[in-house]
């Protein structure tokens, strides 16, 4: 079983990929979830500025880093 990577509000992003259906922009951790019966860490995430939120494997999303080219013209820090 794999430990979570992300802790609670640490700022996330989807990780590039051809079949990536996330949208772009900076994410918030909101919560640690049970991981996959496959033991792939799950988490909750909330996009900065307007609140979108959904559940994700850990292997979708990665470190958002400033500059990162995110659409959302953020650097991921709360404002």
């Known amino acids: 079983m ?3 990577a992300f802790k609670i509000g640490q700022h996330v992003r989807a ?3 051809p079949l990536c259906k996330m949208p772009h922009g900076i994410f918030s951790i909101v919560s640690l979830l049970p991981s996959t019966a496959d033991g792939i ?3 909750h995430i909330r996009r900065i500025p ?5 559940i994700v494997r850990q292997y979708e999303i ?3 880093r400033s500059g990162s080219g ?4 953020r650097d991921g820090r709360m404002h």
């Open 50 to 54: 307007d609140g979108d939120e959904r």
């Open 2 to 4: 794999t430990t979570h």
């Open 41 to 43: 860490p799950l988490y």
């Open 62 to 64: 990665e470190v958002a």
């Open 15 to 17: 990780k590039e990929t």
């Open 70 to 73: 995110d659409e959302s013209g």
